[in-house]
């Protein structure tokens, strides 16, 4: 069967195509470093490669989340550390109040020092943020919690609990409210300066200085819990550190080409190409002259 230049031409051409797909994807192997280019090129790495590359863009967002929360409850754990400090000055100078030697007018610098104490309790509601977001607010973050009148401090914000999702399935609540926590510890201090300005011994002994360890233990047990998400937090950033160093690792066998062997293959590629755009160039000159003669 005699194969006419036509057909010779439509083989030739064929190839070229063929071959310089095969040329064009090469390349793109050795300029991405990629092994997979399209899905057909391995079916099965690419479904893992989707499915490895959401696994780390969920990551991700974890991380992201984690930090949030470990930040908003650092943030609450100075603020309880600085709440701590004033409920023991207040107790210390409680117990000066208390003595039976402490005249009228020391009762009185007592009671004023005691008043400045009340109003860092409130600065302290009012001004631990996380941005622009008030940390005792509940969920009212974007409200200050706290307004005083007189020895009355009111709560503006909720009761809600703040929750962030820190990993599959595993949700946090990362906030304190300032009711009950903060607004015990005013009305525990106001009372105390009450006693001492009322000159209520007995009462500043027994009640005032019990409501003010009630307080402190309170708090004790409000930073344990505090620091006790902190260090999960912690756990937890470490072991998605260590998945995204796995996931990575596995990803980069399925998706990254062998360098060398991709130039080895670029190289064949370009010199098979070359060939069939040298061998079409002559079947066309063939053909030109067969028309000619």
Do not use: C, W
């Amino acid at each position: 069967m005699r194969v006419s230049t036509a057909q010779m031409l439509n083989a030739m051409q064929q190839a070229m195509e063929r071959n310089y797909e095969r040329y064009h994807l090469a390349q793109q192997t050795v300029v991405t470093g990629k092994r997979i280019q399209r899905p057909s090129d391995d079916p099965f790495g690419a479904s893992l490669g989707i499915t490895l590359h959401r696994l780390l863009q969920e990551s991700e967002q974890y991380q992201r989340n984690l930090t949030t929360a470990k930040n908003f409850l650092s943030i609450t754990d100075v603020a309880l550390e600085n709440l701590n400090d004033l409920l023991r000055q207040t107790k210390s100078l409680a117990v000066q109040a208390a003595t039976d030697t402490q005249s009228d007018e020391g009762r009185a610098a007592i009671a004023q020092q005691i008043r400045q104490i009340m109003a860092e309790v409130v600065s302290i509601g009012n001004n631990t943020t996380y941005g622009d977001r008030f940390i005792f607010a509940g969920l009212r973050t974007l409200t200050a919690p706290f307004t005083v009148s007189g020895d009355t401090l009111t709560y503006h914000g909720d009761h809600g609990d703040l929750n962030v999702e820190v990993s599959p399935a595993v949700v946090m609540s990362v906030n304190v409210q300032g009711d009950p926590l903060i607004t015990g510890i005013y009305n525990a201090i106001a009372q105390v300066k009450h006693y001492v300005e009322t000159n209520d011994i007995e009462r500043l002994s027994r009640e005032g200085l019990q409501e003010l360890q009630n307080q402190l233990n309170n708090l004790l047990r409000t930073r344990a819990v505090v620091g006790s998400k902190i260090q999960q937090v912690e756990m937890i950033q470490q072991r998605l550190d260590k998945r995204k160093v796995d996931f990575t690792e596995l990803l980069s066998g399925i998706e990254d080409a062998d360098v060398a062997d991709a130039v080895t293959r670029l190289k064949m590629a370009e010199t098979t190409y070359q060939v069939t755009l040298a061998t079409m160039a002559r079947l066309e000159n063939l053909s030109l002259l067969d028309f000619l003669t």
